[in-house]
């Protein structure tokens, strides 16, 4: 891999450097500068000329620093002459803003997608968007990667023989299925109404859980309305044993809080796509790593071979 050179935002060093382990080779040195106007500028201190680039960044808060702080290394590679650079983006949080669903919004996910394309991206490797649909927002390719195949073996070990995996909204059915396919277990979903960011209103779940053990899964957790709203509504139908998934821990606002305080969940189980520090973690969460299936993505980008089969499996 000598033409390969892999940088990394501020975002998530510890990711970028776990994927640089796990293909042996060197996290390169990147300097980010902010003037007295509060302008930024990146320097890269690596060469880059006819290189294959790699910039890992997820798009967590805060959000509008890491977006910039990515749109300059993609430029900055392109000027320095890389032969290809790919933007890493294990949390792109802006595929969140994927219609328009009131007047005279913007759809950001589109906006974005444009952005990074402009910036010099010439190709997008990403992990679980929210909406399937943004991948169409990109003019490059995209590589679009499931965490379901992490997730799995963690629960490949748990007795699962009264167990149904529950999705808070049927947008998000489809995933769960893959993932209680993969369980063996049968699948329920909540029908969800969203009052606004952090309120939501779950009206009735689709879907056998009466006695039953569940497994919450959603792609992402920020303030964790909709899980807190998902358990009145299990526990109205007399479930036992909680516990609660998801590929990208956010966990914004008081959802730590929430959960700290809320008896009847068992387990938290998420992945590093963002950042989870020391005070966030609460004794009965479990944080997987995604550094290897972003790095066999990586290592296959890199040799020209087909990254599909990685997720053929779960869909």
């Known amino acids: 891999m000598n033409s390969i050179v892999i940088f990394s935002g501020t975002?998530?060093?510890?990711?970028?450097?776990?994927?640089?382990?796990?293909?042996?080779?060197?996290?390169?040195?990147?300097?980010?500068?902010?003037?007295?106007?509060?302008?930024?500028?990146?320097?890269?201190?690596?060469?880059c000329r006819e290189c294959d680039v790699f910039?890992?960044?997820?798009?967590?808060?805060?959000?509008?620093?890491n977006l910039m702080e990515l749109l300059l290394m993609l430029d900055t590679a392109r000027g320095a002459s890389a032969a290809r650079a790919t933007a890493v983006i294990p949390y792109f949080s802006y595929s969140r803003s994927d219609k328009k669903d009131a007047p005279r919004i913007s759809i950001a996910g589109r906006l974005v997608a444009d952005l990074l394309g402009t910036a010099g991206a010439d190709r997008?490797?990403?992990?679980?968007?929210?909406?399937?649909q943004v991948h169409g927002f990109f003019s490059i390719p995209v590589d679009h990667l499931n965490a379901i195949k992490v997730l799995e073996p963690h629960f490949k070990g748990w007795d699962l023989s009264n167990t149904v995996v529950v999705s808070p909204d049927l947008g998000n059915a489809k995933d769960a299925t893959r993932f209680a396919r993969l369980l063996g277990v049968p699948v329920a979903a909540g029908t969800k109404q969203r009052v606004s960011d952090e309120k939501v209103i779950i009206d009735m779940i689709v879907g056998d859980v009466e006695g039953k053990n569940v497994i919450i899964m959603d792609d992402e957790i920020a303030t964790g309305g909709?899980?807190?709203?998902?358990?009145?509504?299990?526990?109205?139908?007399?479930?036992?044993?909680?516990?609660?998934?998801?590929?990208?821990?956010?966990?914004?606002?008081?959802?730590?809080?929430?959960?700290?305080?809320?008896?009847?969940?068992?387990?938290?189980?998420?992945?590093?796509?963002?950042?989870?520090?020391?005070?966030?973690?609460?004794?009965?969460?479990?944080?997987?790593?995604?550094?290897?299936?972003?790095?066999?993505?990586?290592?296959?980008?890199?040799?020209?071979?087909?990254?599909?089969?990685?997720?053929?499996?779960?869909?």
């Open 11 to 47: 975002a998530h060093q510890a990711l970028a450097e776990e994927v640089c382990d796990h293909l042996n080779v060197p996290l390169s040195s990147s300097v980010m500068e902010r003037f007295s106007n509060d302008c930024l500028q990146i320097k890269l201190e690596a060469n």
């Open 55 to 65: 910039i890992i960044q997820p798009l967590g808060p805060p959000v509008q620093e």
């Open 124 to 132: 997008i490797l990403t992990l679980q968007l929210h909406s399937p």
């Open 226 to 315: 909709s899980i807190i709203e998902l358990i009145k509504r299990l526990k109205e139908r007399h479930v036992k044993d909680i516990a609660v998934t998801c590929t990208h821990g956010v966990f914004s606002g008081k959802s730590i809080e929430r959960f700290r305080a809320h008896p009847d969940i068992n387990e938290i189980v998420t992945t590093n796509t963002v950042p989870i520090p020391e005070e966030k973690r609460l004794p009965h969460m479990t944080v997987l790593s995604v550094a290897p299936l972003l790095a066999e993505a990586i290592r296959r980008i890199h040799n020209g071979e087909s990254v599909s089969s990685l997720f053929i499996d779960t869909l």
